[in-house]
Structures are given as C-alpha cells and as structure tokens.
C-alpha cells in the first residue's frame, strides 16, 4: 500500500480499512480543503479489472448526485502498483459505523432515521438505475453497511465502480455472500433488481443488528426474519419486498422512494437544511 503524495497532501491519517485498500483523511496544500482519498492495490486485480476500473471511474465522474460520494480525481502512485481516488469526505463514517454503535450501546436506530436513510440511498439508486442518463445504467453490485457513508442526517453511497474482490478468502465470506442476490450467486447475473436485494440486506442488518447467515444459491424460500416491536409493519414490509427470491417481485429503486414514508423523511430532511 502506498500513503497519498505529501507533495499534494498534509496531515494525511487512516479512518478505514476495506477490501480494496486503506481509506486516509487530508488535507489538499493547495486549496486547504479536507479529502478522502482511497488507497487502491491494483496487484489484487488482473489487467481486465484495472481497465474496468478506469472505464468505470470515468464513468463516475457523471455520477453527479447528492447521495452519492463524489470523486475528484483518480492518480496512478508512482510505484504504478497503488491507485489513489480522492474523493468527498464524510465525517460520521459508515453506516457499519452507526450500527456498531447502536448494538454496543444496546440502544436501536429510531424508525425516522431508518426512512431517511432508505430515502436517500433509494434516490441514488433511482439515478443510477436510470438507462437514460449519460451513461445509461450503472451497478454497485457491491452494496453494504460499509458502503454507505454518514456526513450529519445525510447518507451517500460510495465506492461506485470499484472492481469486485474475491470474498472467498476472508473468514467472514459468509456475510458478504449473503449480500449478493440468488441470481448473481447462482447464474453470475447482476442487474439493477440485484442491487435491490442488497439494499433490503442492509436495511435487516441495520434494524436488528444482525449479521445475515444464510447463503443465496440455497435459498427455497425468501429470508425470514423478525424486527424490534418498535419497528413499523410498513418498514417490515419494505424489507421483505426487496428480498424476494424471483428478481422480477422485488421492489424498483423508484418504488423505495416513493413510499409515502419514504417521502414523508425526504420532507424532514429538506427542513434539516
């Protein structure tokens, strides 16, 4: 791994760890402005994946939203082994984060903020989802707790366009193969419905603290779960709806975001601005 340019950052410290590298904090010498910048090693890919990466970084660049991580830019180091992407910094961390905290203290996430989560990673979705901008349609395949990123009520998704890693190694493969939908588990099909199903993994993991066990290849029947009293049937039912087996029953991004509750935290979160 290779720490970010001194020539071109200072006070540079690590605030994560995630499969594709070192996440540091900076500060940019020219403008003053505090950064995130992600430590890539393009040694855990093969040359098809390192072009993908580019080909889909630059993609990203169009990818302007306000609940998605925005990227600056993206540096070769000058070992040419380490990818370095600056991007927005978030100051609250990850949504991983939150949970962990609430599970320590023993203390559950307040069903308003569960919807204004789900509002704004919905309406990021609903534009990445969307065949007709620059583009067209662009995948996370990749979504999970760590991957959505906290900057006071607001929640952006990160890590768009960043190749897939091999899971299989880590100890708890478990937990990332139970993100990825049946189908993409089974057949190696990924399309916007499979993005849908990680979402709804997310949200059961947010709202009871629990890690998913199950294995998607060897599902008959949709997870079955249970939530807090404290929870609503209608957030109950939102899970549910976006972890059907058959990909064609899940709920649409558009569908999360028009849910009346759903709106109803949009409204809140525009009275927080």
Same mark, same amino acid.
């Given at each position: ?25 900076? !500060? ?25 990466? !580019? ?5 990203? %660049?169009?990818?302007?939203?306000? !609940?998605? %991580? ?10 040419? !082994? ?9 100051? =609250?961390?990850?949504? =991983? ?12 996430? +307040? ?14 979705? %609903? ?6 901008? +620059? ?13 959505? &990123? ?9 890590? %768009?366009?960043? +190749? ?41 993991? &947010? ?15 949709? +997870?079955?779960?249970? &939530? ?46």
């Amino acid at each position: 791994m290779c720490e970010p340019s001194s020539q071109i950052y200072r006070d540079v410290s690590v605030i994560g760890r995630g499969c594709h590298g070192r996440v540091y904090k900076a !500060f940019r010498r020219d403008t003053g402005a505090v950064v995130a910048v992600r430590d890539v090693d393009l040694r855990r890919f093969d040359a098809a994946a390192v072009r993908h990466l !580019f080909e889909q970084e630059k993609a990203e %660049v169009r990818l302007v939203h306000p !609940f998605i %991580v925005q990227n600056h830019s993206m540096t070769k180091s000058r070992e040419e !082994f380490s990818l370095h992407i600056e991007m927005e910094y978030c100051a =609250d961390g990850s949504l =991983d984060d939150l949970r962990w905290e609430r599970k320590m203290s023993h203390c559950y996430i +307040p069903e308003y903020r569960i919807w204004e989560i789900i509002v704004q990673v919905a309406g990021a979705l %609903v534009y990445m989802h969307d065949p007709n901008k +620059p583009g067209g349609i662009v995948l996370h395949k990749n979504l999970k707790l760590s991957n959505i &990123l906290a900057n006071g009520h607001a929640v952006k998704i990160g890590d %768009v366009g960043l +190749p897939e890693i091999d899971y299989t190694k880590r100890p708890d493969y478990h937990v990332f193969e139970a993100y990825r939908a049946p189908e993409a588990t089974k057949f190696g099909i990924y399309d916007t419905a499979s993005d849908i199903w990680s979402f709804g993994v997310l949200l059961l993991e &947010l709202c009871t603290f629990k890690q998913p066990n199950w294995k998607p290849s060897l599902l008959k029947v949709a +997870p079955q779960y249970e &939530l807090w009293e404290e929870y609503s049937d209608d957030l109950y039912y939102l899970i549910e709806d976006c972890l059907k087996l058959k990909a064609s029953e899940r709920l649409t991004a558009g569908d999360i975001y028009l849910h009346p509750q759903a709106q109803e935290a949009l409204r809140r979160l525009k009275e927080y601005e």
